[in-house]
């Protein structure tokens, strides 16, 4: 099975509808809108949902439908602007993400193939990661995603992230992000609910696809850097990961993860593993 192409009347018959939630704060969100809306077609449609109240209504460009959500958390979010957008396909930005040239386009041209139900493009970073970062697997601390340089369609269980991603809207029939994942205003509750809700697509039928061409670069803070940040985000992300799994398993995974990283000598892994592994531990609890 192949990703579609941009190519043809069916794929430039697919109507796209541009998602960002904002809890206004991020620098790079004008910016963003900015290159949203100059790749807007007649037929497209941008959807701003403001998070939280008192957050600033504007003025932004007209071509921009504006959501104001008084309840706070990027689930609820998202989930407002699926029930109000008119796309075939529901493109999915972060709001501190630039967008590359051809992004939407691409995304576009995947979903010509009708048994796509989601997809998502890689995501850089505008700083070097650190070595042992990637060495250990935990470049996802950054939301950095890079699946190869050509598209294909995801294996089983292989995912991508909600930073930059598409979802096509017929494939959403009764189906939302689960309240009860994803982040609360600047509490951290871990992410997950994108790959919750991929799961439950794949679970129904539906195949994702990877579209290389779909890139964005992700703004991160220095502050990722530190291990107080990395700890507390893997914690968050192993009782996420609970929540919507086998507590068992992701507990089991998080220490032979734990173990491997102490067998190299990465200490600093070794940290952030120990936290995703006490996550799974609280998450469990939690489930039950």
Not at 198 to 209: H, P, V
Request: glycine share 10%; proline share 4%.
């Amino acid at each position: 099975m192949a990703v579609g192409s941009d190519s043809g009347s069916f794929g430039s018959a697919l109507r796209v509808s541009v998602i960002v939630c904002t809890l206004g704060r991020s620098p790079w969100l004008s910016q963003l809108l900015q290159d949203v809306t100059s790749c807007l077609r007649e037929c497209d449609e941008a959807i701003l949902v403001l998070s939280g109240p008192g957050i600033p209504w504007g003025p932004y460009n007209g071509r921009i439908q504006v959501i104001p959500v008084e309840a706070t958390g990027l689930s609820t979010a998202r989930n407002s602007a699926i029930d109000s957008a008119c796309g075939d396909v529901l493109v999915f930005f972060d709001d501190d993400v630039t967008i590359e040239n051809g992004c939407l386009a691409a995304f576009r041209g995947a979903f010509t193939n009708p048994a796509i139900g989601y997809a998502g493009g890689p995501i850089a970073v505008d700083m070097p990661l650190p070595s042992w970062v990637v060495g250990a697997g935990l470049a996802w601390m950054y939301g950095y995603l890079d699946k190869g340089t050509h598209p294909r369609i995801l294996a089983p269980d292989e995912r991508v992230y909600g930073a930059n991603m598409a979802l096509r809207r017929e494939a959403l029939d009764g189906l939302r992000f689960r309240t009860d994942l994803g982040y609360v205003s600047t509490k951290r509750r871990g992410g997950g609910e994108d790959l919750e809700l991929q799961m439950r697509l794949e679970s129904t039928g539906w195949t994702g696809a990877y579209v290389a061409n779909a890139r964005v670069v992700h703004h991160v803070s220095a502050r990722r850097n530190a291990l107080a940040w990395q700890a507390s985000r893997c914690f968050q992300e192993g009782a996420a990961l609970a929540r919507q799994s086998s507590p068992r398993e992701e507990a089991c995974w998080q220490m032979r993860s734990l173990w491997r990283t102490l067998a190299q000598g990465n200490a600093r892994a070794a940290v952030c593993y120990a936290a995703a592994a006490f996550g799974a531990a609280v998450g469990s609890a939690v489930k039950q």
